[in-house]
């Protein structure tokens, strides 16, 4: 008997670097994350698009595991492994214009205004979380960490503080951003900015 199988091709591992102070402490490749990983979703064949946040400095990327036909979340541990060479296209987004262009399908939040090394104007950064399947609905944390982004942005380091720690809690222990201003918030408060300084809150990067 001849069974005819219908193909889907599509790259099931896709991998980058976690933050670099969490690396030896990562644990599996396996399950999908922040990081990508073991992403198993059909709908990734050629021409598909995906956002995901970069979290290491000159992060490399992983990609393997071909696949002819699976379901999604490879559920049954069972696919159709094949060889593939692939081409990827990487685009690296920074700033409101790429957030505008995510027409209002994605979720995203708001990480606060930088000034990158090279520019000589701030830029406000948005991280993307993921498919926006309640449109209008605002994530409870991510209203704290808009919030808390506000009071540091105002200089009130007490206040960011405890609500930059309530999103870490929230997020189940580890969020980068909030940690991230968690030292920001340290730092400032050793150099005790004065009223005078021209305290604006914008974060600078002296290096790319």
Excluded at 24 to 39: H, M, N, Y
Aim: net charge negative; hydrophobic share 40%.
């Amino acid at each position: 008997m001849i069974y005819t199988l219908d193909t889907n091709v599509l790259v099931d591992a896709l991998r980058q670097p976690p933050e670099l102070d969490r690396l030896k402490a990562f644990l599996s490749w396996a399950l999908p994350s922040t990081v990508l990983s073991s992403v198993v979703v059909t709908e990734l064949t050629a021409g598909a698009r995906i956002f995901y946040p970069v979290f290491a400095p000159g992060a490399l990327f992983e990609a393997g595991d071909g696949h002819a036909g699976q379901g999604n979340g490879e559920v049954d541990i069972t696919a159709l492994e094949t060889f593939l060479t692939g081409t990827f296209q990487f685009i690296l987004h920074k700033g409101e214009a790429t957030r505008e262009q995510l027409n209002g399908d994605f979720r995203t939040r708001n990480l606060g205004r930088f000034l990158l090394a090279g520019k000589t104007q701030p830029v406000s950064i948005h991280e993307v979380l993921g498919v926006d399947s309640h449109p209008g609905e605002e994530l409870p944390w991510v209203i704290i960490f808009d919030t808390a982004v506000r009071n540091y942005t105002e200089r009130r380091f007490d206040e960011a503080d405890h609500l930059f720690r309530q999103v870490i809690k929230l997020r189940g222990g580890q969020d980068g951003p909030s940690e991230f201003y968690l030292k920001q918030i340290t730092a400032a408060r050793m150099s005790a900015p004065s009223a005078e300084s021209g305290w604006d809150g914008i974060i600078v990067f002296q290096s790319k």
